[in-house]
């Protein structure tokens, strides 16, 4: 709860960073010669092509642009500029000038990726993102009402699908919330892959919750005890399982955290909390909000 | 599933069948432009777009790019979208500009000009006449010397009409060359030089015209009806003389023989372009409209190329080639020829992107080096594999016996995902790889479903058997329920998504579908395949739960 409350409070006051996939831009990635140039040489470099919030930042062995613009024509400037600057600092070397080819191939500058994107693409993948997750809990929530819809005692099918929604919920705040903080400290970009791994999580959180709710299912018809420790009994008899199946998924996953490709890096990151939070929410949340809501019903 | 087995294990050429990577793992560009179809009509939209993902496509072949992917897409706000995959494309900046161009559409007329004397053509015209005359000087020296005129005209003279002066004269129908009675006035080339000649009498000289060489017999003369004017009757023996234009109709089987020279006429005077049918006999015909300017170029293109041929060229190549029967005015024309109504329909659509270029702008690109994916495979695929061992190595020793024969299992579900991959096929990016590993762990999930279950049923004080049909069919439908909620959320994942992450979402619901067969189905069975009582033998093996009663050997082997 405190966890949830600290999310949304991290959400609303820094929000996410957004990725140029939504807010339209350019991402450029470049690998330079032997001599490398230092950031404040790369972005003197395109100085003079006046791009808009320019950010230059060193990686591994290369420099990633950022830049609001998105035109051909802006891209290939830059690239003229970038590999002015490489040709200066890594000069050909004399017996090797010929053809252009070779002399392409001594400087060692590469383009790695370049990644434009229009205004208006980004705006519209931002809707297509949330309207495919309000759909997914929507579609979520009513296969759930549809599932346990012959146990409507004490309470109502639908109150479970409710339930789940509320738990996935719960889970979808924090990873975004995560996500908010690190945007904030490492200025880490959420794209659209971001968007699959908040739907995934929503799936696999449901995996758990309904695990649970199964086992209710089962339970309640046979049942001496109360409503109370019913659920209480079907979360117990559930507990090694949610935790062995999630430990297992988060084990791939803290491999691919660790040793995975630099584009999936933050992907598996997402599922990673995801996940975690997505079993704790199953065991901690959906099943009490039952009780409490069935107890609601008794007092009125 | 058994089939796709199968197919893995039999064919031996299953091996040679690669994976379609996608432009993150091989390298290429994602090209996306926006069309502009805001001045079209409703109707006219699709068919315009199809026609610019179709120029584009054979844009992008001349690269040489293998299997480009061009898709039409319409986005929510409703507009149009043509999305570009290269794989594996080189010079990305040489690709944005040659798709960005608007189709090139021309009207050429068959030169007239004598074409260039170093060409082919120019060689094979000079050996033609160069023929034709010594073929005629052959033929006169006969007729000079007496023999026979109308049998050497039968032998010589082509079956043409022969065009002489501004009168077309035809020879007779007999080929005999007779020309019949002429005036001077009528024809003077031919006349004058013989009118002073005995009757009988075959000029000494070849009359040579614009069109071709001429050997005259003076057959006959008189006075006209009239008294005042003299007729002659002539036979001819005539030999061609060649132009470009005749090279050109002797060739038009081959096109690339005709100097085609061009107009002005170009695409942007074309209106648009329909597919009509002939009200009378039903061929397809394609129907074009100019606008002002273009409707007075190509009346006179018309009236200057009658009974020759003109040529409609698309990006530089020659697709229709119809022959002008009669000057057309009024800025409408029609194309008929010998085609199906599919290829009018096609020279139509060509036609209308090349008059209606639907002008398209590059709203996004994205380019990966081929490098930087090699480095991204490797780290993911061996990051896979490490978080498969691990999980192996825990489910082993968790569950024993059954972790064991479920690691099987994910192995037997890694190959048939993987062929699945190969041969349907579905295409590899880096978040397909991720939605694969992932479905790995919802298969793992399924089988400590089943476990978790079987150990509850034997603390029960169920016995094996019966504890292990209880696992599976009681942790049935929270599998069962759990991996349509996996569905549900890749359904939605594959129709709102990005291509990159519908990668993700098509690889994770084949996994979820043959994880659910796997899971169950094969793990089951190998439970099944161990002898009864020797794995209540050695209990161990499955469980440290004891049975709460005392282990009785099971009677219902199976």
């Given at each position: 709860?405190?966890?949830?409350?600290?999310?949304?409070?991290?959400?609303?006051?820094?929000?996410?960073?957004?990725?140029?996939?939504?807010?339209?831009?350019?991402?450029?990635?470049?690998?330079?010669?032997?001599?490398?140039?230092?950031?404040?040489?790369?972005?003197?470099?395109?100085?003079?092509?006046?791009?808009?919030?320019?950010?230059?930042?060193?990686?591994?062995?290369?420099?990633?642009?950022?830049?609001?613009?998105?035109?051909?024509?802006?891209?290939?400037?830059?690239?003229v500029s970038l590999k002015k600057l490489n040709d200066g600092k890594n000069p050909v070397k004399a017996?090797?000038?010929?053809?252009?080819?070779?002399?392409?191939?001594?400087?060692?500058?590469?383009?790695?990726?370049f990644t434009g994107i229009g205004p208006s693409i980004g705006q519209e993948l931002q809707k297509k993102a949330i309207s495919a997750i309000i759909l997914v809990l929507i579609a979520i929530s009513l296969y759930i009402s549809y599932a346990f819809r012959k146990v409507s005692k004490p309470i109502a099918s639908w109150k479970y699908g409710v339930a789940t929604l509320i738990a996935l919920f719960h889970d979808t705040v924090i990873v975004i919330g995560f996500f908010a903080l690190l945007g904030k400290v490492w200025g880490v970009e959420v794209n659209t892959s971001f968007v699959a791994a908040v739907l995934t999580v929503l799936g696999f959180s449901v995996h758990d919750t309904i695990v649970v709710f199964d086992r209710i299912r089962e339970n309640l018809p046979k049942s001496a005890d109360n409503f109370e420790d019913t659920i209480n009994r079907?979360?117990?008899?559930?507990?090694t399982r949610s935790i062995n199946t999630s430990m297992t998924v988060m084990f791939v996953l803290m491999s691919i955290v660790l040793f995975g490709g630099s584009s999936i890096k933050y992907f598996a990151l997402a599922l990673f909390v995801g996940i975690f939070f997505g079993t704790y929410s199953s065991i901690f949340l959906a099943s009490p909000l039952l009780v409490v809501w069935n107890n609601l019903k008794k007092k009125i | 599933m058994a089939n796709v087995t199968k197919n893995y294990v039999t064919l031996p050429q299953v091996k040679d069948i690669p994976f379609r990577l996608g432009l993150d793992l091989q390298g290429g560009s994602q090209l996306i432009y926006e069309a502009d179809v805001k001045s079209l009509p409703e109707a006219e939209k699709s068919t315009a777009l199809e026609g610019v993902r179709e120029?584009?496509?054979?844009?992008?072949?001349?690269?040489?790019?293998?299997?480009?992917?061009?898709?039409?897409?319409?986005?929510?706000?409703?507009?149009?979208?043509?999305?570009?995959?290269?794989?594996?494309i080189k010079d990305v900046q040489e690709a944005i500009k040659m798709i960005g161009e608007t189709p090139l559409l021309e009207f050429k007329e068959v030169s007239d000009k004598p074409l260039d004397t170093s060409s082919a053509d120019a060689k094979k015209l000079t050996e033609l006449n160069k023929l034709s005359t010594d073929q005629a000087k052959k033929v006169l020296a006969q007729a000079v010397k007496g023999d026979d005129f109308v049998a050497l005209a039968k032998a010589n003279n082509q079956a043409q009409s022969v065009g002489v002066g501004s009168d077309a004269l035809t020879v007779g129908s007999e080929n005999d060359g007779d020309l019949g009675w002429v005036t001077e006035d009528v024809n003077s080339e031919l006349v004058k030089p013989v009118k002073f000649l005995a009757k009988g009498q075959v000029y000494k000289n070849i009359i040579t015209t614009?069109?071709?060489?001429?050997?005259?017999?003076?057959?006959?003369?008189?006075?006209?009806?009239?008294?005042?004017?003299?007729?002659?009757?002539?036979?001819?023996?005539?030999?061609?003389?060649?132009?470009?234009?005749?090279?050109?109709?002797?060739?038009?089987?081959?096109?690339?023989?005709?100097?085609?020279?061009?107009?002005?006429?170009?695409?942007?005077?074309?209106?648009?372009?329909?597919?009509?049918?002939?009200?009378?006999?039903?061929?397809?015909?394609?129907?074009?409209?100019?606008?002002?300017?273009?409707?007075?170029?190509?009346?006179?293109?018309?009236?200057?190329?009658?009974?020759?041929?003109?040529?409609?060229?698309?990006?530089?190549?020659?697709?229709?080639?119809?022959?002008?029967?009669?000057?057309?005015?009024?800025?409408?024309?029609?194309?008929?020829?010998?085609?199906?109504?599919?290829?009018?329909?096609?020279?139509?659509?060509?036609?209308?992107?090349?008059?209606?270029?639907?002008?398209?702008?590059?709203?996004?690109?994205?380019?990966?080096?081929?490098?930087l994916g090699q480095q991204s495979v490797d780290n993911s695929v061996r990051a896979g594999l490490i978080g498969l061992a691990i999980v192996a190595l825990f489910m082993i020793l968790f569950y024993r016996l059954p972790g064991l024969l479920s690691v099987f299992a994910l192995v037997i579900y890694?190959?048939?995902?993987?062929?699945?991959?190969?041969?349907?096929?579905?295409?590899?990016?880096?978040?397909?790889?991720?939605?694969?590993?992932?479905?790995?762990?919802?298969?793992?999930?399924?089988?400590?479903?089943?476990?978790?279950?079987?150990?509850?049923?034997?603390?029960?004080?169920?016995?094996?058997?019966?504890?292990?049909?209880?696992?599976?069919?009681?942790?049935?439908?929270?599998?069962?329920?759990?991996?349509?909620?996996?569905?549900?959320?890749?359904?939605?994942?594959?129709?709102?998504?990005?291509?990159?992450?519908k990668g993700f979402a098509v690889t994770l619901l084949l996994g979820v579908i043959i994880s659910m067969f796997t899971a169950i189905f094969v793990t089951r069975n190998f439970l099944k395949l161990m002898s009864n009582k020797w794995l209540t033998k050695y209990h161990w093996l499955i469980t440290s739960v004891k049975n709460k009663k005392e282990v009785v050997p099971a009677t219902e082997l199976k």
């Open positions: 709860m405190v966890l949830f409350v600290t999310a949304i409070v991290f959400i609303s006051t820094w929000g996410l960073k957004l990725g140029i996939d939504f807010t339209g831009g350019s991402l450029l990635e470049v690998k330079f010669g032997a001599n490398k140039p230092n950031v404040i040489e790369v972005s003197d470099s395109v100085k003079d092509l006046k791009l808009n919030s320019l950010s230059v930042q060193p990686s591994e062995n290369s420099f990633i642009l950022r830049f609001q613009d998105s035109s051909e024509d802006v891209h290939q400037k830059v690239l017996e090797n000038k010929g053809t252009s080819t070779t002399v392409v191939a001594t400087t060692g500058f590469e383009e790695l990726n079907s979360v117990n008899q559930t507990l | 120029v584009i496509e054979r844009r992008i072949n001349i690269f040489g790019v293998s299997e480009p992917v061009v898709q039409v897409n319409k986005t929510m706000s409703g507009s149009y979208r043509i999305i570009a995959e290269l794989a594996g614009k069109t071709a060489s001429h050997i005259v017999k003076l057959e006959d003369k008189r006075l006209r009806s009239d008294k005042k004017t003299m007729e002659y009757h002539l036979r001819d023996i005539s030999f061609p003389i060649y132009t470009a234009a005749d090279l050109a109709a002797v060739n038009s089987a081959n096109d690339s023989n005709i100097n085609w020279q061009s107009t002005q006429l170009t695409g942007k005077h074309l209106k648009r372009a329909v597919v009509n049918f002939n009200p009378n006999d039903g061929t397809p015909e394609v129907s074009l409209e100019f606008n002002d300017e273009g409707a007075k170029l190509f009346e006179q293109i018309t009236t200057r190329n009658i009974g020759k041929q003109v040529a409609i060229f698309l990006d530089g190549y020659p697709i229709s080639t119809p022959t002008v029967n009669e000057k057309i005015t009024g800025g409408e024309a029609s194309i008929s020829g010998s085609f199906t109504a599919q290829e009018a329909k096609l020279l139509a659509q060509r036609l209308n992107t090349g008059a209606l270029p639907v002008p398209i702008s590059l709203v996004s690109q994205q380019t990966v080096g081929a490098s890694g190959f048939i995902s993987l062929a699945i991959f190969k041969l349907w096929p579905v295409t590899m990016t880096l978040s397909g790889i991720a939605g694969f590993i992932l479905s790995i762990g919802m298969a793992v999930d399924a089988n400590i479903l089943i476990f978790e279950r079987l150990k509850e049923e034997l603390r029960n004080g169920k016995d094996l058997s019966k504890a292990i049909e209880d696992g599976f069919s009681r942790a049935w439908p929270s599998i069962r329920d759990s991996n349509f909620t996996t569905m549900i959320v890749c359904f939605v994942l594959i129709e709102f998504s990005t291509s990159v992450i």
